[in-house]
């Protein structure tokens, strides 16, 4: 099955600067890769996905980046707001109805003003 | 974006009752659904994948006669914790997947469950 591998667990950032979370998956067949924002006692909010037909998403401060040849995704978040400071979770999946959702084990994000 | 609700959002409940805990998806129908159990500072993990009108398939090492699920209709499942123990105290999340969407998952909110 799939295994995601995450990293850095931690990150600390001043507001401004940039903050990258990188993560790693195995099934070569996944071809749907989410990533989620989850706020201290509440349930993960989708915030920017990608499909393996595309190399690069972005919507506002949030970009994510493809290699299915390395088999790895990252999340990009640009001029960090300490708003940001939440865990983020990447997940990887075969986009088929009725598969769930493997994660990695989430990056604690911290952005400090 | 879509919707999930859960309820309630916490709940206590003694050792040896069982409580239930429902996942509602308010704008899109979902045939599928799925059950997270979180520990804090952990990762979510997979309990179970409940599809509408039929049983639900569980992970590995998830006792099926402790965590019943169903999923009754296209909007609605629920986690019945069956004589709940206080290891059972976690923090449980639900999502539901937007065939209509991209197979995009969305989740509820989630239901802190404590057993004392």
């Known amino acids: 099955g799939e295994n995601v591998e995450q990293h850095p667990s931690t990150l600390s950032v001043q507001e401004g600067d940039s903050a990258v979370i990188k993560c790693t998956y195995s099934?070569?067949?996944?071809?749907?890769f989410p990533w989620y924002k989850q706020e201290l006692g509440k349930g993960p909010q989708l915030i920017i996905d990608i499909r393996s037909n595309v190399g690069e998403k972005k919507d506002q401060r949030i970009a994510v980046t493809l290699n299915k040849t390395a088999k790895h995704f990252s999340l990009h978040i640009t001029e960090t707001q300490p708003e940001d400071s939440a865990v983020y979770f990447c997940?990887?999946?075969?986009?088929?109805?009725?598969?769930?959702?493997?994660f990695g084990k989430g990056t604690t994000l911290s952005v400090s003003s | 974006g879509a919707v999930v609700s859960q309820h309630p959002s916490w709940v206590i409940c003694k050792s040896g009752t069982s409580v239930k805990i429902e996942c509602r998806s308010l704008?899109?129908?979902?045939?599928?659904m799925f059950w997270y159990r979180q520990f804090p500072k952990q990762s979510l993990m997979l309990m179970a994948t409940s599809n509408e009108g039929s049983k639900a398939t569980y992970e590995q090492g998830v006792e099926k006669d402790k965590f019943l699920i169903n999923h009754a209709s296209l909007t609605l499942s629920t986690l019945t914790v069956t004589s709940a123990h206080p290891e059972d105290s976690s923090f449980y999340i639900c999502s539901a997947q937007n065939r209509g969407s991209g197979n995009t998952i969305y989740f509820g909110e989630g239901s802190w469950l404590t057993v004392v």
């Open positions: 099934d070569s067949a996944s071809n749907y």
């Open positions: 997940a990887a999946i075969v986009d088929q109805a009725g598969t769930a959702l493997i």
């Open positions: 704008d899109f129908q979902a045939t599928t």
